[in-house]
């Protein structure tokens, strides 16, 4: 769910994420989806609620009500007005070009880099960091279940004895990492067992087609087939932080100097390289992340309308508001 706001800087979409759950019926609200975020300009340009400029680069605020994460995406038109196409691993074709620049994303769910206050911590026997830049992401070490970190997902899936012990690992990492539900409180036992969005979980390993890290990457319940931008951007800022699984795997990855410079971190993943930039310097605490990007692309799939009848007052109300702005 969209709509878009006037701020002083000019219209802000506001938008709100409802992650379905693939086999059961709970909703959770509690999180944000760098994949539709990336869709978002593209509508909001397409249905003219928001003017971009004819041509050049130009960025779009989007706050995401889930998280109070406020995200800049920055698109480009060339000098005849079309847009700037890209093409990411596991999309057919080049299409408008996103890049999502997350602001001030340390913290987002745990307030803490390091949620548990480790670099390095042992779950279940496995070496594993817990860090939260943009989502809270357990970072273990591949060579610690056996595994070579270049599988494909469908290998490691259908591998129960490996699939038990990540579950193990993530679950209790979760409640090391102190993670709470929506209302503040802290999460059980058992709503960790069925979560389908927090921890995110995902095996490290070195490169070996020119990225700086290879990963698969877990929502945690069931493999991803590329990799999420919230993921990728946190991976991103651990293979910076000396002391980390991730530090200890990636190769040829630029230290953080002591002013805000953009690094790149090019990751790996069962469907190519995805890119990653990372605005960051040292500090006292390892490193101060304000902004993380990951390129993505949009396309339009489809145009339409649908009549909404029996709309609450609500709705009525957040649609004329639309209308209005």
């Known amino acids: 769910m969209a709509r878009v706001e006037n701020t002083p800087t000019g219209r802000r979409i506001i938008s709100t994420l409802a992650q379905l759950a693939s086999d059961h019926g709970d909703i959770d609200w509690s999180v944000n989806c760098g994949n539709m975020s990336s869709a978002l300009p593209l509508w909001a340009i397409d249905t003219g609620l928001i003017e971009a400029p004819p041509t050049g680069s130009f960025e779009i605020e989007i706050n995401n009500t889930n998280t109070g994460v406020l995200t800049v995406a920055r698109m480009s038109r060339d000098t005849q007005g079309r847009f700037i196409n890209a093409e990411i691993p596991g999309v057919v074709g080049s ?41 809270p992401m357990v970072i273990a070490d591949a060579a610690s279940f056996g595994k070579t970190g270049h599988e494909t997902m469908a290998e490691l899936e259908t591998d129960t004895e490996f699939m038990a012990k990540l579950r193990q690992v993530w679950i209790e990492a979760g409640l090391k990492m102190q993670l709470r539900r929506r209302d503040g409180e802290l999460m059980t036992l058992a709503e960790l067992e069925r979560s389908e969005t927090i921890p995110k979980v995902c095996i490290v390993s070195a490169p070996r087609h020119g990225g700086h890290i290879a990963v698969r990457y877990f929502t945690p319940q069931t493999g991803h087939a590329s990799l999420a931008v919230s993921g990728g951007c946190c991976l991103a800022a651990a293979c910076m932080l000396s002391g980390t699984t991730a ?18 971190v090019s990751i790996e993943n069962p469907a190519g390289k995805l890119d990653t930039t990372v605005s960051v310097k040292s500090s006292a605490e390892g490193i101060d992340v304000r902004a993380a990007a990951y390129r993505r692309n949009a396309q339009i799939l489809m145009r339409g309308h649908v009549p909404l009848y029996r709309a609450s007052a609500q709705l009525v109300d957040a649609m004329s508001e639309t209308r209005d702005d």
């Open 247 to 264: 530090h200890q795997v990636a190769v040829g990855v630029s230290s953080p100097s002591t002013s805000f410079t953009d690094i790149e």
């Open 95 to 135: 299409f408008p070009g996103v890049d999502l620049f997350l602001q001030s994303p340390v913290g987002n769910k745990t307030g803490r880099l390091l949620p548990t206050g480790h670099l390095m911590d042992t779950i279940a026997g496995h070496k594993v960091s817990c860090v939260d830049v943009a989502v």
